[in-house]
Structures are given as C-alpha cells and as structure tokens.
C-alpha cells in the first residue's frame, strides 16, 4: 500500500461514523496533501460507496478547496476591494499571460500555481500579490514583470 492510501485510510477511519463527515474529510485531505488529489477522490468515494462524481459535486461548490497540486512558488493575486480598483484584473492577466495558465491552475512543471484570492490585509499597498510567504505591493506593469523574473 502506497503512502497516499496510508493517510487516507487514517483520515478515513478517524470520521467513520460521524455524520456530516464529507467536508470535514475533504477539509483534512486538502490539509494533508495541500490540494485534492483525484486518487485521493476516487478512494474515498469507493470508502464511502458514492459515486465520484458526487464527492466532486461537492468538493467544487466550496472555494476552499484546490485540485491542482500547488506549485514550488504559489502566487496568489488579491482581488479585494481595494486591490479591484487598483487594477487587480490587469495583474491577474499578466502573471497568466507569462505563466501561461489561468487561476487555479499549476505550471507543467510545477514550478508556479496562481490563485485569486480575497483581501490579504495590506489594502494600503493594492494592487497587491504574495509569493508564497512574500508580499509585493504597489504594483504597476513594470514593477510586476521584474518581480516574476526573480522566480
Ligand atoms: S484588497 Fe488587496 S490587500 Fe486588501
């Protein structure tokens, strides 16, 4: 048995029996493996004999969760209020246009995801982007290309 089915089945044997259990299982998944992998899925469902595409019905409705594994550099791009008027939407676009993938996805060779994500707590300085720990704010055009050609 891989190491994958080993977390899971301690994940899965830990809310056998609890009701309501399927988001707090997807929640603990996503906690183990930083996404939701489909080999994860499918053993679940087959746990919990429910179709597939059930757990994944369920899975998508909820924005927390990711189904690309995260890349060695995770960009998330705020799209908060302060950072929306402070041209978010033209930032988004360029980290994609270079990176080539939309939000939510992961670079082939797994070296950057990108996420969207809500108000990261530092309005003063939108349009605003982390890498993973690191925060870059003020962002214009220029400003941002030079960031990304540091990763
Ligand atoms: S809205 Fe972007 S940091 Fe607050």
Same mark, same amino acid.
């Given at each position: 048995? %891989? #190491?994958?089915? =080993?977390?899971?089945?301690?994940?899965? !044997? *830990?809310?056998?029996?609890?009701?309501?259990?399927?988001?707090?299982?997807?929640?603990?998944? $996503?906690?183990?493996? $930083?996404?939701?992998?489909?080999?994860?899925? #499918?053993?679940?469902?087959?746990? /919990?004999?429910?179709?597939?595409?059930?757990?994944?019905?369920?899975?998508?409705?909820?924005?927390?969760?990711?189904?690309?594994?995260?890349?060695?550099?995770?960009?998330?791009? @705020?799209?908060?209020?302060?950072?929306?008027?402070?041209?978010?939407?033209?930032?988004?676009? +360029?980290?994609?246009?270079?990176?080539?993938? *939309?939000?939510?996805?992961?670079?082939? !060779?797994?070296?950057?995801?990108? =996420?969207?994500?809500?108000?990261?707590? @530092? @309005?003063?300085?939108?349009?605003? +982007?982390?890498?993973? =720990?690191? /925060?870059?704010? %003020?962002? !214009? =055009? #220029? #400003?941002?290309?030079?960031?990304?050609?540091?990763?």
């Amino acid at each position: 048995m %891989n #190491k994958m089915n =080993d977390e899971l089945n301690g994940i899965l !044997d *830990k809310y056998k029996g609890v009701k309501g259990n399927t988001i707090l299982i997807l929640q603990e998944i $996503q906690n183990k493996f $930083q996404y939701l992998p489909e080999d994860a899925l #499918k053993s679940f469902s087959e746990y /919990v004999n429910t179709p597939l595409s059930e757990i994944y019905g369920v899975a998508t409705f909820y924005s927390q969760f990711k189904f690309n594994k995260p890349g060695e550099y995770q960009i998330k791009v @705020c799209h908060g209020t302060a950072c929306h008027i402070n041209n978010a939407v033209r930032i988004s676009e +360029i980290i994609e246009d270079q990176l080539n993938i *939309k939000a939510g996805e992961t670079t082939e !060779d797994g070296k950057f995801s990108l =996420d969207e994500v809500a108000c990261l707590g @530092c @309005c003063s300085l939108a349009p605003v +982007i982390m890498i993973n =720990d690191k /925060v870059y704010g %003020n962002l !214009d =055009d #220029k #400003k941002l290309r030079k960031v990304l050609k540091e990763y």
